[in-house]
């Protein structure tokens, strides 16, 4: 035991190495996670004092352990076991895929990222793109909502921007976890995406077996507290136009709900915008009947660093306003009561009209709808057409930038002249006819709020002796 063994310097360094990660592995790995989750715990703390609802525990669980729990909840467990059975696979594959959804599934939050980086990232992107206006919030009814109750807002969906914006908005009520598509599952944007607590799902998919698995993990979320935020039309409107609801994920809500636990309430929001930026993607689509959005990274890339040029050489503008509204909370306990059988569809019809209701009325759609609806006409003309089209609505939400009708028609133009959708000649506006379907995605944004027909003649009609210079 006391002789000296003489071992080659290699194979030394290797032990030595090995017993280093051990000893590091053992006694400080530990330690150092005890101590940033300490700190972590404490900063977590501070910040839910300021939140207006503090970020539930379901959402600070880890990751792995958060994967354990759902591939073992009952019905998953259930799930597999019938699909292994309808396959004819073994059971421990069918518990595999399970495994993998599961993975692909639960997000990893974290209150860092979201809270240092992210709310940061996404005040600065949003005001260096747009002026951004909060607009209607039914404030008294936020504040009422039971503090212990699920929050889901629920959102029309304009842009990938409105991610960004409500995200921005919605900083100091509480931390939101999206429901997000397939087009976020790219390296490394999906890790940012699933650190601020966004969970992936396959819009698409018929899988029986990754249903259960989604319906338990959104089930999970709501008992657990988790505040979230979804699309019910399930993806970007490709005409401008609000579309019905899609079911899937207000069915896994609805179906997930206790009425003996925590209340779930939903609120409404409604976004628009002056420009889209992926405005010409999504009517490409539309006119090709289908949903395959051609944009890549690559091409992103490239119109982020021309927009950074255009600013570095001072020839950047913003692309108009952006504005959100807060609606007035729908509570499914109260919504649940008088109902019978399945409440999905009816719930849904009452949120897209809750939605359709706050649609924030801006600059370029009242200008587009003008225009759609009548030819070339004078600056006065369409200034005429409106103050009768905002007296038409006077349940909408419209924006009027510096209180001043005649700036607001101003800035409509403005915008819509540069992008090219209209040109001016001998004082008069013109839709350009190759780029109509545009005009038409914006105009069709407040087409829902638009008086009927037969009240229509009171905005398209020229004024008193303006009938040269409109055209008529």
């Known amino acids: ?210 249903r259960r698995v989604l319906a338990a993990y959104v089930r999970l979320a709501t008992r657990g507290g988790s505040t979230q935020a979804m699309f019910p039309e399930g993806g970007l409107s490709l005409d401008g136009a609000l579309a019905p609801a899609k079911l899937g994920l207000l069915k896994y809500i609805v179906e997930g709900y206790d009425p003996e636990g925590r209340d779930v309430v939903f609120v409404p929001v409604a976004l628009n915008y002056d420009r889209v930026l992926e405005d010409r993607i999504l009517t490409s689509a539309a006119k090709a009947g289908e949903r395959r959005f051609r944009a890549r990274i690559g091409l992103v890339a490239l119109r982020l660093l021309r927009q950074l040029w255009l600013w570095m050489t001072g020839r950047y503008h913003r692309s108009g306003y952006a504005a959100v509204n807060f609606g007035r909370p729908l509570s499914l306990a109260g919504f649940d009561a008088g109902q019978e059988g399945d409440i999905t569809k009816p719930l849904a019809r009452e949120l897209m009209e809750r939605i359709s209701g706050i649609v924030p009325v801006l600059p370029v759609p009242l200008i587009a709808a003008i225009l759609q609806r009548h030819g070339g006409l004078s600056r006065s003309a369409i200034e005429h057409r409106l103050d009768a089209l905002i007296a038409a609505m006077p349940m909408a939400h419209v924006h009027i930038p510096q209180e001043n009708r005649a700036y607001t028609a101003e800035v409509g133009l403005r915008q819509l002249q540069r992008r090219g959708l209209i040109t001016e000649a001998n004082g008069r506006f013109t839709p350009v006819e190759a780029r109509r379907d545009l005009l038409d995605f914006y105009a069709n944004s407040i087409r829902h709020l638009l008086p009927e027909d037969s009240a229509a003649e009171d905005f398209s009609a020229p004024a008193k002796g303006d009938a040269a210079s409109a055209g008529l």
């Open 1 to 210: 035991m006391t002789q000296t063994v003489e071992l080659p310097l290699w194979l030394f360094v290797l032990i030595l190495g090995f017993a280093a990660v051990t000893f590091a592995s053992h006694f400080l790995f530990p330690s150092v996670r005890w101590f940033f989750r300490r700190r972590l715990e404490r900063a977590v703390a501070r910040l839910n004092q300021r939140l207006e609802r503090p970020i539930e525990p379901f959402k600070l669980a880890r990751r792995h352990d958060m994967i354990q729990r759902l591939i073992h909840d009952p019905q998953v467990t259930q799930a597999a076991v019938d699909h292994a059975a309808a396959e004819g696979i073994p059971e421990n594959v069918a518990f595999e895929q399970v495994r993998r959804y599961a993975r692909e599934i639960v997000p990893g939050f974290s209150a860092f990222a979201y809270f240092s980086f992210a709310i940061r990232a996404a005040r600065l992107l949003s005001n260096a793109v747009y002026r951004v206006r909060l607009g209607h919030q039914d404030e008294a009814a936020l504040q009422a909502i039971d503090p212990n109750a699920t929050v889901v807002f629920v959102m029309n969906h304009r842009s990938n921007m409105d991610y960004v914006l409500v995200t921005y908005l919605a900083a100091d009520r509480s931390a939101l976890s999206y429901a997000v598509g397939e087009w976020a599952r790219v390296w490394p944007l999906s890790r940012l995406i699933r650190a601020m607590g966004a969970y992936f799902i396959r819009r698409r998919s018929r899988n029986d077996l990754y």
